[in-house]
């Protein structure tokens, strides 16, 4: 598959007046950031979809394996994703900002180490 590439803030890329295109792994991973910031009720067409942020995550108190297990969730569930090799996820519920820091094996390689921002 080929998609659309998308640039550090989730904006479509455009090179030298065309839309960047990106394919197999480099897809997997710009699939897992896009599922992974994607947030439940955002698309109004299927109000079921996205990262249930709001509603499961950041509530309080903070129920860290549930978040951490949701969020795997999403990344497993990725088409393409294989399996997690390694996962951190990290918030802080003062500044609300966070990240999460993963690697994965997909059907074209390895994502080593990729760091989703997160700032709500």
Known sequence: MISRALNSHNDIFIKDGRFAVTDEAAEVLQHVR??????LEEWFLDLNSGTP????????PL????AESIIKSRILNT?????LTSFVFNFDSNTRQGDIVFSAETTYGTIDSEKVYLNV
């Open 34 to 39: 896009t599922r992974l910031l994607f947030y």
């Open 63 to 66: 129920d860290l394996a549930e």
């Open 79 to 83: 088409p393409g994703v294989l399996k």
């Open 53 to 60: 942020w709001f509603q499961n995550i950041f509530t309080r």
